[in-house]
């Protein structure tokens, strides 16, 4: 889920924004090493492209010491209906 609304935030739309409609294209998700879950994690987001109906956005999930440990990826349809 937070991973597509990364598309629209810097068009100030959020997902529950009227009239806008989000569906998935693809999505990934890579293990990098082992780590566990019930440990503190960063999960940082960023959409390099939003443009043409579409967005794309990664994501990275860090250990407390910082190390990258998963990638995720989703590429999906993002329209506003008028």
Same mark, same amino acid.
């Given at each position: 889920?937070?991973?597509?609304?990364?598309? =629209?935030?810097?068009?100030?739309?959020?997902?529950?924004?009227?009239? @806008? $409609?989000? +569906?998935? @294209?693809?999505?990934?998700?890579?293990?990098?090493?082992?780590? *566990? =879950?019930?440990?503190?994690?960063?999960?940082?987001?960023?959409?390099?492209?939003?443009?043409?109906?579409?967005?794309?956005?990664?994501? *990275?999930?860090?250990? $407390?010491?910082? %190390?990258?440990? +998963?990638?995720? +990826? $989703?590429?999906?349809? =993002?329209? =506003?209906? %008028?």
């Amino acid at each position: 889920m937070t991973l597509l609304d990364t598309t =629209v935030l810097p068009f100030g739309w959020s997902w529950d924004s009227p009239n @806008l $409609q989000m +569906a998935s @294209l693809d999505h990934a998700m890579w293990f990098h090493r082992p780590f *566990r =879950v019930d440990e503190w994690l960063l999960y940082a987001l960023e959409s390099p492209s939003a443009s043409g109906g579409r967005g794309l956005t990664l994501g *990275r999930f860090f250990t $407390q010491d910082g %190390k990258l440990v +998963a990638t995720t +990826a $989703q590429e999906g349809v =993002v329209r =506003v209906w %008028k």
